[in-house]
């Protein structure tokens, strides 16, 4: 009993002992949630890098405040001892943007920093001190700038991300610091050089990732003995050489190496990468024959592309041992000999592409292989186009996998009938057969294929009628019959195919009318039903197929007249309707065609004269209207100025035109008794209407309100504060064709001289009978109402009155530019005391004035000003060659954030509504969006960019076949820069041999600055795009550079 009061008594005293310490632990856990292990150092840093970042979704504006304590603002993570430091920053996909601040390298307890998926711009700042940090996000941003050497210093780097940015420079040697390091991403910048040696040295090194930049020299020995490297991508670079013989990566799961310059032989000793699942060596200079057992050496193998080389020999047989392969490419190569059977093993193979080879199979032993590809059940994709395969195509078709969904064999020997059973492939989306012997009808099997989306039957011998079930392949984009021997109507079915791009049926036998419900068709692009049988008049409705650039109805037996609504085809480039029985005259609605490079109408009834609103189709540079009744008076200008571009043969009535054409003088006493006879008409007209006009103002004259004589727009200044039609039609001689200086879509330009005033002008009249001419007038008035800046055409005054007769006349004055516009400097001689090119300072000068302008357009307006319409032809050029730009006819203003989609919001851009542009500088996403951003200008001076360095225009003749102004510079740059940059420029660049990044030619250095400032400009995501705030910065750090060197 003793004993047990002695024990409650102990336990009573330990409660009184623990408990006020119990308590004390809590009063301090309660004082930690407020201020008293509170880090300021941490503090000031996170709130520095707030300041210089931009927030427009607003992730952090309400949350990184004083008000809560640092540790638990988004993003942010601490350690969970005091003194609670920063542990974490993850701020991954938020749409910041701004500089990175150097004051996130105070947080030296940082051991994960991710700001990756940004907006992020201007250098990689200075993170020396972060002595713990492991893991390094700075990916998809917009960085320039070279990588730091102090970066290095950051010793326990474990993962190091820069890719998609801007980066320039060379790989930092002393990267091989980062003895840690597992994982590096420097894809996707324009990194030059070499790949250091040392990397060898970072023997943790698992994955390196380096493709997409302009990496030169060969491949390092020792990147290849890197023992722990589990993938390796060096692809689309330009590195040179032979690749490495010894290899010594026994854990390498996959080898990139695709799209360089690569020479030499596959190495032998392959068996040291055995684990190797993916390999690329696609688009190289290799060559030779394929190491016979490369299936044995490499068992693990999942995917193989060796496609765009020199390889030759045969396809080895061993390629069908590695159990796992899903898809070869060996595509664009030198392989001959049979397609072995031993592919029938691969039970995974899901893509088979033999395309572009000399393969061959000349009786039924060398189609084996089908049968046996029928094993594959998961072949989705066999392509074995433009190979030495004759014969028929084996019944064992139909034995290939029902998932299927593309058949390529186009450009083969191919003969007999196509298996009727080839129409089990219900799945196909794409079926080429074209450039074969083949033969039969297609009725029995076309219509299964309801997936389909691109059918080529093109150039074989099929006959018969197309059956109406074609109308069924709803989802067809690409459909190519022709060079066939298809005979019947064209069956209206086709009216259903509403997602057609190209459709071909010429050099057939087709005969009726022409379906008006081709009108149903508006993605279309291509239209060929030349060289048929076709006949009766023109009807279908043309102008529902807005998208239409190549229209060709040559050789049938069309009548009647050419319809007026083939003028409302704007985006129309080719136009031939020759050989056929049309007649009238050519429509004066060809004047809408002002994208229209060929038109041919030649060998038809037409008559007439031949209308001068063609010369005014600047784009227009082949024209044949050979072999019809027109007569009258050639015109001179535009396309009739180059005899070689036009044929006018066969019409007996046309006289004049320049003298290369040698036709005869127009008879100048008939035109002067006809121009009597229309004078007469004329003034009897304008009498009677004058009188009646005279009649009806005296009846009227008390009801109707006079109309002001002028209206002055005040805002624009009070320099000029009085102009009226008098004035203007004084100061142009009326109007006089002597004083225009050029026309463009709304209106024409005159020069003229102000009497009052005493200065030259710019007179800007408004034609506005053109539909959308006074919207234009309105716009410019309210994009030019309130900015002001050096690079901006100025304008002086408007004048919104009525003429002579009485009609609605609306102008805008402007300072006039002596020396032109840009694209005359670009595109045409000069004359005057000019010079007769643009030397590279003064282009530079011109782009840097450019991007001023666009930068205060965007940036320093209030509300954003897209200007929709940047080109040569609206930049104009004053005394001293300073660039203006003008022409705000089209120009937007930004709305409201708040009404903008989500998807423009986001996007970084500032975007409104009614999209316009010329051709070639408009930007792609406008082809799917009414919306106009500030992200189309960006790309319109990326273009504009290109345009002056090359001397091209966009829509110039070499660019065609999908090959554009960016992907041909893309293709080149920047190794064969010296050989595309203008003549002009290249003078600049002569005594210089070499042609490559690392020249030291000043010229040379600045033309590629400003190529990477193009490219990055006119790159296909608008969010990927530079602001044009930071290409002005760019473009003066350039300039300040070439002044530099050049002094």
């Known amino acids: 009993m003793l004993l047990m009061c002695h024990s409650m008594l102990l336990a009573k005293l330990a409660v009184l002992i623990v408990l006020p310490f119990l308590l004390l632990c809590y009063g301090v856990g309660k004082v930690h949630c407020s201020t008293i292990h509170e880090n300021r150092e941490d503090l000031r840093s996170l709130l520095d890098f707030?300041?210089?970042?931009?927030?427009?979704?607003?992730?952090?504006?309400?949350?990184?405040?004083?008000?809560?304590?640092?540790?638990?603002?988004?993003?942010?993570?601490?350690?969970?001892?005091?003194?609670?430091?920063v542990r974490q920053l993850l701020l991954t996909g938020l749409n910041l943007g701004g500089e990175i601040s150097s004051s996130l390298g105070n947080l030296t307890s940082l051991t994960y920093l991710d700001l990756s998926n940004n907006s992020f711009h201007g250098p990689i700042p200075l993170l020396n001190k972060l002595q713990n940090l492991e893991y390094l996000y700075l990916g998809s941003n917009h960085l320039q700038g070279v990588i730091p050497d102090a970066l290095t210093n950051c010793s326990n780097l474990v993962a190091l991300d820069l890719s998609g940015n801007n980066l320039n420079g060379l790989i930092p040697p002393r990267v091989s610091f980062l003895t840690k390091l597992a994982n590096i991403y420097l894809d996707s910048n324009y990194l030059t050089g070499e790949i250091p040696t040392s990397l060898r040295n970072i023997t943790n090194l698992q994955l390196v990732y380096f493709s997409k930049n302009q990496l030169n020299g060969r491949i390092p020995d020792e990147v290849m003995q890197m023992p722990n490297l589990m993938e390796l991508h060096l692809d689309q670079n330009n590195l040179s050489g032979s690749i490495p013989e010894v290899w010594q990566m026994p854990n390498i799961l996959i080898l990139d190496l695709s799209v360089n310059n690569l020479s030499g032989r596959i190495p032998r000793a392959l068996s040291n990468v055995s684990s190797l699942q993916e390999w690329s060596l696609a688009s190289n200079m290799l060559g030779s024959i394929l190491p016979s057992n490369i299936g044995d050496a490499l068992p693990n193998l999942t995917i193989l592309y060796l496609g765009e080389n020199y390889f030759e020999g045969h396809i080895p047989a061993s390629l069908g041992n590695p159990p796992g392969l899903r898809e070869i490419d060996l595509s664009e190569n030198y392989f001959t000999g049979q397609i072995p059977n031993s592919l029938g093993n691969l039970s995974l193979l899901s893509y088979l592409n033999l395309g572009r080879n000399m393969l061959q199979s000349t009786d039924n032993e060398g189609w084996e292989f089908i049968h046996a590809l029928g094993n594959c059940?998961?072949?989705?994709?066999?392509?074995?186009?433009?190979?030495?395969?004759?014969?028929?195509i084996p019944n064992s078709i139909a034995n290939l996998s029902s998932t299927l969904t593309r058949m390529l064999m186009s450009k083969n020997s191919l003969s007999g009938t196509v298996p009727p059973r080839i129409g089990k492939f219900s799945s196909l989306i794409q079926l080429s057969l074209g450039q074969n012997n083949l033969t039969g009808t297609i009725e029995e099997w076309v219509g299964n294929m309801t997936?389909?989306?691109?059918?080529?039957?093109?150039?074989?011998?099929?006959?018969?009628?197309?059956?109406?079930?074609?109308?069924?392949?709803?989802?067809?984009?690409?459909?190519?019959?022709?060079?066939?021997?298809?005979t019947g109507f064209i069956p209206p079915g086709f009216g259903n195919l509403k997602s057609l791009l190209e459709l071909n049926l010429s050099y057939n036998n087709f005969n009726g009318y022409i379906p008006p419900n081709f009108r149903n068709l508006e993605q279309l692009i291509l239209f060929d039903l030349g060289y048929n049988n076709l006949q009766g008049d023109i009807t279908l409705d043309i102008s529902k197929l807005k998208q239409l650039t190549d229209l060709r109805l040559s050789s049938n037996k069309l009548?009647?007249?050419?319809?007026?609504?083939?003028?409302?085809?704007?985006?129309?480039?080719?136009?031939?309707?020759?050989?056929?029985?049309?007649?009238?005259n050519i429509p004066p609605s060809f004047k809408g065609l002002q994208s229209l490079k060929s038109l041919n109408l030649s060998h038809n009834n037409l008559s007439g004269t031949i209308p001068t609103i063609l010369e005014d189709l600047s784009l227009l540079n082949k024209l044949d209207l050979s072999y019809n009744r027109l007569q009258g008076e050639i015109p001179m200008n535009g396309v009739f100025a180059n005899a070689t571009a036009i044929s006018l043969n066969g019409n007996w009535g046309l006289c004049g035109g320049v003298m290369d054409l040698h036709m005869p003088a127009c008879p100048?006493?008939?035109?002067?008794?006809?121009?009597?006879?229309?004078?007469?008409?004329?003034?009897?007209?304008?009498?009677?209407?004058m009188s009646l006009g005279m009649s009806i103002y005296v009846i009227f004259l008390g009801k109707k309100a006079p109309r002001r004589p002028y209206l002055l727009l005040l805002s624009f200044g009070k320099k000029f504060p009085g102009v009226s039609y008098k004035d203007l039609a004084q100061a142009t001689e009326n109007f006089s064709e002597s004083n225009l200086v050029g026309r463009g879509s709304y209106s024409s330009v005159y020069r003229g001289k102000l009497t009052e005033a005493k200065i030259e002008v710019a007179i800007k009249v408004f034609d506005l009978e053109t539909r959308f001419a006074d919207k234009s007038f309105i716009s410019e008035c309210e994009s030019l109402r309130t900015i002001r800046h050096r690079n901006l055409l100025p304008i002086l005054t408007a004048c919104s009155t009525?003429?002579?007769?009485?009609?609605?006349?609306?102008?805008?004055?402007?300072?006039?530019?002596?020396?032109?516009?840009?694209?005359?400097?670009?595109?045409?001689?000069?004359?005057?005391?000019?010079?007769?090119?643009?030397?590279?300072?003064?282009?530079?000068?011109?782009?840097?004035?450019?991007?001023?302008?666009?930068?205060?357009?965007?940036?320093?307006?209030?509300?954003?000003?897209?200007?929709?319409?940047?080109?040569?032809?609206?930049?104009?050029?004053?005394?001293?060659?300073?660039?203006?730009?003008?022409?705000?006819?089209?120009?937007?203003?930004?709305?409201?954030?708040?009404?903008?989609?989500?998807?423009h919001y986001s996007s970084g851009c500032s975007s409104s509504l009614a999209v316009r542009g010329t051709i070639g500088y408009i930007a792609p996403e406008y082809a799917q969006t009414v919306h106009a951003s500030t992200c189309g200008d960006v790309y319109s001076f990326g273009i504009l960019l290109l345009e002056m360095i090359i001397g091209k225009r966009p829509t110039d003749s070499m660019f065609e076949g999908g090959l554009t102004i960016i992907n041909f510079v893309e293709r080149n740059f920047p190794d064969q820069v010296v050989h595309f940059i203008d003549a002009h420029l290249q003078e600049e660049c002569k005594g210089f041999v070499k042609a490559t990044a690392s020249t030291e030619n000043e010229v040379h250095q600045c033309v590629l600055s400003l190529m990477q400032v193009a490219l990055a400009c006119t790159r296909s995501l608008p969010r990927e795009r530079m602001s044009m705030r930071e290409v002005a910065v760019n473009l003066h750090a350039i300039r300040r550079s070439y002044v530099a060197a050049t002094k």
């Open 50 to 85: 707030k300041k210089w970042i931009s927030d427009p979704n607003g992730a952090l504006m309400n949350n990184w405040t004083t008000s809560t304590h640092f540790c638990r603002w988004n993003g942010v993570n601490c350690t969970s001892t005091p003194p609670y430091r």
């Open 377 to 392: 059940s998961s072949l989705t994709a066999l392509s074995l186009s433009r190979n030495k395969l004759q014969g028929a």
């Open 451 to 486: 997936k389909l989306e691109r059918l080529n039957l093109q150039s074989n011998s099929f006959f018969g009628i197309i059956p109406p079930s074609i109308g069924q392949l709803t989802r067809l984009t690409d459909l190519f019959l022709a060079e066939n021997q298809f």
């Open 559 to 584: 009548t009647g007249e050419i319809p007026e609504t083939f003028g409302k085809c704007q985006q129309l480039e080719n136009l031939l309707m020759d050989q056929n029985y049309l007649k009238g």
């Open 802 to 903: 009525i003429d002579n007769n009485g009609n609605d006349f609306k102008a805008l004055i402007y300072e006039f530019m002596p020396n032109g516009n840009l694209d005359t400097w670009l595109h045409q001689k000069h004359g005057g005391v000019a010079p007769t090119h643009l030397g590279l300072a003064q282009r530079l000068n011109i782009g840097v004035g450019m991007a001023d302008a666009l930068a205060y357009l965007h940036h320093d307006c209030g509300r954003p000003i897209v200007h929709c319409d940047l080109k040569p032809t609206n930049i104009l050029l004053d005394d001293d060659m300073n660039a203006h730009l003008g022409d705000f006819g089209i120009a937007s203003l930004i709305v409201d954030s708040r009404s903008i989609a989500i998807g």
């Open 668 to 689: 100048a006493v008939s035109r002067g008794r006809e121009w009597k006879r229309y004078v007469t008409i004329l003034l009897i007209l304008v009498v009677s209407f």
